[in-house]
């Protein structure tokens, strides 16, 4: 079992940045993704962007290229979501995600691709 648990949301000016952290602790060694989701009210969860743990490859959404990046750090079990030049569409509950299943020829870009889940952080961004 993983678990996840997010933080770094807030509420913001258009045009601002923030970078959310999502921790993660128990059985991280199988781990081989993790990801970023976010869903706004009345909308389903969206996938924003997922990184490989072993190659430190990443995916980013068509959605949010260019504004948003993922990283990590080993060491602390860590993956961060920078976000830049943030718009008012960007207002959601942004949600961690983390799966040990095998991906080689693709990115896990769905929902279920994913197993563990962290509780969200909310990001508001003000017009």
């Known amino acids: 079992q993983v678990q996840l648990v997010e933080s770094g949301g807030g509420l913001v000016p258009a045009g601002d940045s923030l970078r959310l952290s999502c921790a993660a602790t128990?059985?991280?060694?199988?781990?081989?993704?993790m990801a970023w989701f976010r869903q706004a009210p009345g909308k389903e969860r969206q996938f924003i962007s997922t990184i490989s743990l072993s190659g430190d490859s990443t995916y980013v959404a068509d959605s949010v290229k260019g504004r948003f990046s993922i990283s990590r750090d080993v060491a602390k079990n860590t993956v961060y979501l920078q976000m830049n030049g943030l718009k008012p569409e960007d207002t959601a509950v942004y949600y961690c995600?983390?799966?040990?299943?095998?991906?080689?020829?693709?990115?896990?870009?769905?929902?279920?691709?994913?197993?563990?889940w962290g509780q969200g952080t909310q990001v508001t961004v003000s017009s």
């Open positions: 128990g059985r991280t060694f199988n781990v081989t993704h």
């Open positions: 995600a983390a799966t040990q299943f095998d991906f080689l020829f693709t990115f896990p870009t769905r929902l279920r691709d994913y197993e563990s």
